[in-house]
Each structure stands twice: as C-alpha cells, then as structure tokens.
C-alpha cells in the first residue's frame, strides 16, 4: 500500500473514531434537549393551528433520528478525518511521515477554528424547530459564508506564521500576527446579514443547548486530532523499525569482493 493510502486510511479511522464519540455523547447529552425543543415547536404549532384539521404528522419519529443522528456523525466524521488527512499531505508533502502528533494537533485546531469556531461566533447553533422554513435558504447561504471567512482566515494565519517563522521571528510576534488576522477574519463575519428569524425558545434552553455543542464539537476535533496523531506516531515507529532490519538485510546479502592481488 502506498504512503498516500495508508494516510488517507489514519485519516478515515481517526474521522470514524471521532465521529462515533461525539455522536454518543451528543445522543446522551444532547439529544435530551432537542427532545425538549421539538416538543415545545410541537405544541406551539399544535395551538397556532388547533382550527386546522389536516396538521401533519413528523415523517421521522424521535428514535429514527436518534439512530441517524449516530450514523450523520459517524459520516461527518469519516469526511472531516479524510480533509485532515489530505490538507497534512498537502502541507507537509516533502515530508509527511515526521512529527505526526504535533502537526495532527495544529491541524485539528486549525480545521476546528476555521470549520466551526469562527462561524459558530457569527451564527450560533439553535435548537431545531427554531426558524421559519421559508428561510432555509438565505440562512443556508450565510452559513456557508461564514466559513468561507473562516477558513481563508485561518489560511491566511497559518501561511504568515510560517513566514515569520522562516525569517527568524520570535514566538510573540508571529502569535501577535495570527491573533490579527483572526480577529480581522471574526470581523468580517459581523459584515455578513443577521439571523432573520427570532429565537422563540427559553434562554436556559437555548444557551445549554449551545454549550453542549460548543462541547460536543471540541470533543469530535480533539478525538480527531488525537487519533490522527497517535496513529501517525505508530507508523512512524513501526517505519523506523522496519528501516534498520532492511539495511542489514541488504549487507548480509551484499557480495564480497575478493582482495586485489599485489
């Protein structure tokens, strides 16, 4: 199998691995409070339209979509690990069977940033049933804006970190550096157009809601990043072995030239 492959492979167990984890927590944590909210939408729609006989049903109940719930994060995961693997190839081509654990961490964190921190500081998450389906769209569009923005600023700081780095800048400068440039990229996301829909849910529902998501997302990048590195540390280990018992393989089986006569 070649390198590319078998990166790819840490890739996508690392991805499953991290997918299945946060999906288990976010069904014993989370779950529970999407339960809350989909009841409230329920009877709240329930009594806006008590006068109309043809109010339809879920077409998925409660259990399917915690069964999918497992299976969409399991993919997710399986897709995350797979862009990981790829921008670790892309990035560090020349070399990419050394210094596995710490380049899967910055990487990690530079994909939750990009991925999910900086959109998440424009549009948070909000329960289901939150939002008027006529503006699926628009939010949709806003969204995907949002990490545009934050993955051309983390780009954008990872590239002039190396650069620093290479002209012989000092640590303070180059995370002063990165720490504009993410907080240029954070305000230009507050240039994008508000959440057009008003959040008719508690408060306390809604803000436990956001932080078990803010937990169950650092959950699926640092699982990712773990696994990712310590699966790149073992085939490291396992590469450095093999190496020493094919060059002595190699002299065993060099032949011996006889001694030059005098």
Same mark, same amino acid.
């Given at each position: 199998?070649?390198?590319?492959?078998? =990166? !790819?492979?840490?890739? *996508? &167990?690392? #991805?499953?691995?991290? /997918? @299945? %984890?946060?999906?288990?927590?976010?069904? $014993? +944590?989370?779950?529970?409070?999407?339960?809350?909210?989909?009841?409230?939408?329920?009877?709240?729609?329930?009594?806006?339209?008590?006068?109309?006989?043809?109010?339809?049903?879920?077409?998925?109940?409660?259990?399917?979509?915690?069964?999918? =719930? !497992?299976?969409?994060? *399991? &993919?997710? #995961?399986?897709?995350? /690990? @797979? %862009?990981?693997?790829?921008?670790?190839? $892309? +990035?560090?081509?020349?070399?990419?069977?050394?210094?596995?654990?710490?380049?899967?961490?910055?990487?990690?964190?530079?994909?939750?940033?990009?991925?999910?921190?900086?959109?998440?500081?424009?549009?948070?998450?909000?329960?289901?049933?939150?939002?008027?389906?006529?503006?699926?769209?628009?939010?949709?569009?806003?969204? @995907?804006?949002?990490?545009?923005?934050?993955?051309?600023?983390?780009?954008?700081?990872?590239?002039?970190?190396?650069?620093?780095?290479?002209?012989?800048?000092?640590?303070?400068?180059?995370?002063?550096?990165?720490?504009?440039?993410?907080?240029?990229?954070?305000?230009?996301?507050?240039?994008?157009?508000?959440?057009?829909?008003?959040?008719?849910?508690?408060?306390?529902? @809604?803000?436990?809601?956001?932080?078990?998501?803010?937990?169950?997302?650092?959950?699926?990048?640092?699982?990712?990043?773990?696994?990712?590195?310590?699966?790149?540390?073992?085939?490291?280990?396992?590469?450095?072995?093999?190496?020493?018992?094919?060059?002595?393989?190699?002299?065993?089986?060099?032949?011996?030239?006889?001694?030059?006569?005098?």
């Amino acid at each position: 199998m070649s390198p590319v492959m078998r =990166l !790819l492979g840490r890739g *996508a &167990v690392a #991805g499953s691995a991290a /997918g @299945l %984890l946060s999906g288990g927590f976010s069904w $014993l +944590l989370v779950e529970p409070l999407m339960d809350r909210a989909v009841r409230g939408e329920t009877a709240r729609e329930a009594a806006e339209h008590s006068d109309h006989a043809g109010h339809h049903a879920e077409v998925f109940s409660r259990a399917i979509q915690h069964a999918g =719930l !497992l299976v969409a994060t *399991a &993919v997710t #995961g399986l897709a995350l /690990g @797979l %862009l990981l693997a790829v921008a670790h190839l $892309l +990035l560090h081509r020349r070399d990419p069977g050394t210094e596995a654990w710490p380049r899967a961490t910055w990487l990690a964190a530079a994909g939750f940033t990009g991925l999910w921190l900086l959109p998440f500081v424009r549009y948070p998450s909000n329960p289901p049933g939150v939002g008027d389906p006529g503006t699926v769209g628009p939010r949709t569009q806003a969204w @995907l804006g949002a990490i545009a923005i934050g993955l051309i600023g983390v780009a954008l700081a990872w590239a002039l970190h190396g650069r620093l780095a290479r002209l012989g800048h000092g640590a303070p400068a180059r995370q002063l550096c990165v720490a504009g440039v993410l907080g240029a990229a954070t305000a230009a996301l507050f240039t994008l157009p508000d959440n057009p829909d008003a959040l008719d849910v508690p408060a306390a529902l @809604l803000w436990d809601f956001r932080l078990w998501s803010v937990a169950t997302a650092l959950l699926l990048w640092a699982t990712l990043g773990t696994a990712f590195g310590l699966l790149g540390e073992r085939a490291a280990r396992r590469s450095s072995r093999r190496a020493p018992r094919s060059g002595a393989a190699g002299a065993r089986t060099a032949p011996v030239e006889p001694p030059a006569r005098i």
